[in-house]
């Protein structure tokens, strides 16, 4: 068996690996966009919540609006760390994808390499029959002409 040939199923693996790294940061990204639409989202309504202006009716009231702006301040904090923590995935599967790739760009120059030689081989060995068939009828030519001759 041709060594170019031996390597294929090693291409079609590392081409499967880096299609499922391909699929695994596709998805991480996407969970990265929701949590950053949720940062915006909570980061509007806490802007606007605390920009409204509710008629102070009481320090219980009051009291009870500020710990809302808390909670919300509390979750807007909390949602910045997912974002954080989502895009240090996203990195590290990009990190993956471009190792998955390289290791199959590799694998390919291999294959090509080998096919190369292979080639070299095949393109040599039909060189020297047609040297050899070349040679056989130039002595069967200068035989015949020394027949020819005697005649």
Same mark, same amino acid.
């Given at each position: 068996?041709?060594?170019?040939?031996?390597?294929?199923?090693?291409?079609?693996?590392?081409?499967?690996?880096?299609?499922?790294?391909?699929?695994?940061?596709?998805?991480?990204?996407?969970?990265?966009?929701?949590?950053?639409?949720?940062?915006?989202?909570?980061?509007?309504?806490?802007?606007?919540?605390?920009?409204?202006?509710?008629?102070?009716?009481?320090?219980?009231?009051?009291?009870?609006? /500020? *710990?809302? !702006?808390?909670?919300?301040?509390?979750?807007? +904090?909390?949602?910045? =760390?997912?974002?954080? @923590?989502? %895009? #240090?995935?996203?990195?590290?599967? /990009? *990190?993956? !994808?471009?190792?998955?790739?390289?290791?199959? +760009?590799?694998?390919? =120059?291999?294959?090509? @390499?080998? %096919? #190369?030689?292979?080639?070299?081989?095949?393109?040599?060995?039909?060189?020297?029959?047609?040297?050899?068939?070349?040679?056989?009828?130039?002595?069967?030519?200068?035989?015949?002409?020394?027949?020819?001759?005697?005649?």
């Amino acid at each position: 068996m041709m060594q170019s040939r031996r390597i294929d199923p090693l291409l079609r693996r590392a081409q499967e690996h880096e299609d499922e790294v391909a699929r695994d940061l596709a998805e991480r990204q996407r969970a990265l966009d929701t949590h950053l639409s949720r940062l915006d989202e909570l980061r509007r309504y806490a802007e606007e919540y605390a920009g409204s202006q509710m008629a102070a009716t009481s320090p219980a009231a009051l009291t009870n609006r /500020r *710990a809302f !702006l808390d909670r919300l301040d509390s979750a807007v +904090q909390q949602q910045m =760390q997912t974002v954080d @923590s989502n %895009r #240090a995935k996203v990195e590290a599967e /990009r *990190a993956r !994808l471009l190792l998955a790739s390289r290791e199959k +760009q590799v694998l390919e =120059q291999l294959a090509a @390499s080998y %096919r #190369a030689q292979e080639k070299q081989v095949v393109d040599r060995r039909e060189q020297r029959e047609m040297d050899d068939l070349g040679a056989r009828r130039s002595r069967l030519a200068r035989a015949e002409d020394g027949q020819g001759e005697t005649a």
